[in-house]
């Protein structure tokens, strides 16, 4: 069974300009969640998906949102983007118990704003 | 802000020592989990433990978890060179009458091990 898959590895953008990155689940897991990491704030939760709805959101502004398809592919959008938005940005993903079971991370991408 | 603070934020021991991470929190939990990281990469989850369970076993991984002093640890005995990497307690704490909670994650310890 194929892991979670997370494109693209890398990205490089510049302020002002928005990113969407995307994240494919495990085949049969309906929640995906996103994460935030950055060596000065940690890991933050962002927000999870769950049969195409938010349901569940962290503390970040509205810039940050994402979506999910039908498939339980889901992709995250950063709006206008500010230095402060590089970090390594993880999805993963669970079966339906969402946040309060175990979860499969992807690798990553690495979101650097210049 | 973070629920979760580990210590210490850094071990370096030799391969064959035991290992101890320790991991607190504020609020009142319903499951704590343990993951690992290599150098950047995705996070590796080793053991969920929940709010009515004092303490599991995964290989030479156990997970403690004392809810009246809200604190988790981690040991990892006879460690071995493979063992180097970042690890972070995840606590999942329900949010008040709704089925669904949130996450939170502690700073991590940076664990090396040296052959």
């Known amino acids: 069974k194929a892991g979670v898959t997370q494109t693209p590895r890398y990205l490089i953008k510049t302020r002002g300009q928005q990113v969407t990155l995307s994240c494919s689940p495990i085949?049969?897991?309906?929640?995906v969640s996103w994460y935030q990491q950055t060596p000065g704030q940690g890991l933050q939760f962002l927000f999870e998906?769950?049969?195409?709805?938010?349901?569940n959101k962290g503390n970040f502004p509205g810039r940050f949102s994402g979506r999910q398809f039908s498939n339980s592919r889901s992709e995250m959008n950063v709006s206008t983007l500010e230095l402060g938005d590089s970090a390594l940005y993880l999805c993963?993903?669970?079966?339906?118990?969402?946040?309060?079971?175990?979860?499969?991370f992807g690798s990553g991408t690495q979101l650097s704003v210049l | 802000s973070q629920q979760g603070e580990e210590d210490p934020q850094a071990l370096s021991i030799q391969e064959g020592e035991n290992a101890t991470m320790n991991c607190s929190y504020k609020?009142?939990?319903?499951?704590l989990q343990w993951y690992r990281q290599n150098s950047g990469r995705g996070l590796v989850h080793l053991i969920l433990?929940?709010?009515?369970?004092r303490e599991k076993h995964s290989g030479r991984l156990r997970v403690t978890l004392d809810t009246s002093k809200k604190s988790s640890s981690l040991l990892i005995t006879a460690s071995r060179a493979a063992d180097t990497a970042s690890y972070f307690c995840a606590m999942y704490a329900e949010a008040g009458g709704t089925s669904y909670g949130k996450l939170t994650f502690g700073q991590g310890t940076i664990l090396t091990v040296h052959p």
């Open positions: 998906y769950f049969s195409e709805t938010q349901r």
């Open positions: 609020t009142s939990i319903n499951n």
């Open positions: 993963a993903s669970s079966l339906v118990g969402g946040l309060n079971e175990k979860l499969f």
């Open positions: 433990i929940r709010s009515n369970e």
């Open positions: 085949s049969g897991h309906r929640s």
